[in-house]
């Protein structure tokens, strides 16, 4: 079972990657770079299947708020506590909220969305949210890569495959698990922050 786990993590690994990044971001980063260092998936693939769906979901969030500003969607974000504090960040410091606003998670969404309602051009955005892009998949799959190796020390060895696919599990949980209590964290914080 764990070669067949194993044999679809290398035909559809990347591809997984891509779509979480475009969707999540941060824990399919991780993960990828956990996959990488245990040669589970190739790293010159890795880079651009991160860097490609971290740009991709921004691009679309960007691209929502410039195209469809009346959509019940985008409507829904303006009505997050978030919101009226990125509008006024992003009109005050356009480049540096486009390239920051990837770093602060529960952020992203609601981030791009309130640059696409701004007046940033479109060409200065995609530029400085490749730069971000990059950093940020070149700070995440080396994280992944980094908590492999620090598994593969406190286990004493290489891992076996199974151990490999059980690891990488876990990594996406404890990954999910945190990055929920911190949105629900900071959600709390600017929801007691709009309402005093």
Known sequence: MSDLITDLIGRFGLLAVFIGCVFEGETAALVAGFLVHQNLVDVVG????VFTGA???????????????????????????GFARA??????????????????????????VTAGLSGIP???????????????????????????????????????????????????????LAFTLISRRTRGHRDRGSAG
């Open 87 to 112: 509008a006024r960040l992003v009109n005050a410091h356009p480049t540096s909220f486009v390239f920051f606003n990837r770093y602060v998670y529960g952020m992203r969404t609601i981030g791009a």
């Open 122 to 176: 479109v060409a200065r955005y995609m530029i400085v949210s490749a730069v971000s892009c990059a950093l940020w998949t070149l700070l995440f799959v080396g994280l992944g890569y980094f908590v492999g190796l620090g598994v593969e020390r406190f286990v004493g060895g290489e891992l076996r495959t199974h151990e490999k696919l059980i690891a990488a599990a876990l990594l996406m949980a404890a990954c999910a």
């Open 55 to 81: 740009l991709a979901g921004d691009t679309a969030m960007f691209l929502a708020g410039r195209r469809w500003a009346s959509h019940p969607f985008v409507g829904k974000l303006r009505d997050r506590p």
């Open 46 to 49: 890795t880079f651009p299947a």
